[in-house]
């Protein structure tokens, strides 16, 4: 069985496969002043919770985006696992192994671990057959761009929708947190209804825009034709767009960690 471990900017997203089928999975609080003792007694007492004997437990991997928690989870794989886990760098998107790759002919192109297994989720989706966005609402809100032959050839970075809900709140006095939901008119009546008209209809915008607009010029770069490409949503937020907009071919909310069980599949 495979533990495999998504570490983000605001979520711990910690899964364990059954061969291809997620057996259970969780998500915790990013929390980088947690030590390894502290995470793993944390996920023995949910994998006893959920019933899963660790000694079946024979292999691990490791996305992060944050450094200082890299560590830590290399403990918690080590006493779950009883050995060190893998830990995942964009360098891989390099070698060769993996379904998508990195231009090699730009050594210096980078893509953070998580963009990577959205890639390869995204791909291998549609068994590699045409071009993919993977659309990741978190913290960021970004799009990750596979053209037709498996090359990444780029990615958007924009803040998430709930990053620009807290921006507002923390930086202007008289402005609250607000609920993440779709307004019934853009014309916003009162100070909730008219951030709700701002946040989720202005990124309604934006992700519908960049998306036509990274199809465009995907088409430019390859020849990739806009009408082929497809569009994944994922990430917890994705939800709020998703009533809102026709812009998603499809929505797999395991985007990321499948992403992460295809990889191990094909390196350990």
Known sequence: MLFAVDIGNTNIVAAIFDGDKIAVQWRIATDSRRTGDEYTS????????????????????????????IGPFVIVCQHLCGKSPFILSSDLAY???????????????????????????????????????????????????????????????????????????????????????????????????AIQAGVVLGYKGLVEYLVRQVKADLEKLTGDKAETVKVVATGGLNKVLKPITDVFTVVDKDLTIRGLKIISDLVL
């Open 42 to 69: 944390i996920l023995l007492t949910l994998c006893r919770e959920a019933g899963i004997q660790t000694k079946f437990l024979d292999k691990s991997i490791i996305s992060s985006v944050v450094p200082a928690l």
């Open 95 to 193: 070698s060769g192994r993996l379904p998508v790759r990195l231009d090699s002919s730009s050594p210096h192109t980078n893509i953070g671990t998580d963009l990577l297994c959205n890639a390869v989720s995204a791909w291998n989706l549609f068994e590699g057959k045409g071009p993919v966005i993977a659309v990741d609402f978190g913290t960021a809100l970004t799009l990750t761009v596979a053209d037709s032959s498996g090359i990444i050839r780029g990615v958007t970075i924009s803040p998430g929708l709930g990053t620009a809900i807290k921006a507002l709140a923390t930086n202007a006095a008289q402005l609250p947190f607000v609920s993440l939901e779709a307004p019934s008119s853009s014309l916003g009546m009162n100070t909730e209804t």
